[in-house]
Nanobody, 124 residues
Framework: QVQLVESGGGLVQAGGAVRLSCAASGRTFSTDNMGWFRQAPGKEREFVSA????????LYADSVKGRFTISRDDAKNTVFLQMNSLKPEDTAVYYC?????????????????WGQGTQVTVSS
């Protein structure tokens, strides 16, 4: 059973930066995809970014491309989301997710394992 624990959220001013971490335990070789999603109040959960453990390939939503960077630390079994140039519209609960398979996925229904979420609030 894969367990995911996010950390690093908080309150930040517009234009600022935050780094989120997702520590994964119980992951096997086939649990290759790691993703970040976010959900703002009254909105559906949306894809933010994904990374492959084996290849390092990454995907980003258009809304965060150029501002957010996803990365991984194999030794620590941890995935990071560096968020720069934050905007008020980035305010949401951010969730880490994992799935088996080697093709990066961008829809929440394709992910099996989820963390508890961490709140990021960007003030204007």
């Amino acid at each position: 059973q894969v367990q995911l624990v996010e950390s690093g959220g908080g309150l930040v001013q517009a234009g600022g930066a935050v780094r989120l971490s997702c520590a994964a335990s119980g992951r096997t070789f086939s649990t290759d995809n790691m993703g970040w999603f976010r959900q703002a109040p009254g909105k559906e959960r949306e894809f933010v970014s994904a990374i492959s453990w084996s290849t390092g390939r990454t995907l980003y939503a258009d809304s965060v491309k150029g501002r957010f960077t996803i990365s991984r630390d194999d030794a620590k079994n941890t995935v990071f989301l560096q968020m720069n140039s934050l905007k008020p519209e980035d305010t949401a609960v951010y969730y880490c997710a994992a799935r088996r398979g080697f093709v990066l996925a961008t829809t929440s229904s394709e992910y099996t394992y989820w963390g508890q979420g961490t709140q990021v609030t960007v003030s204007s």
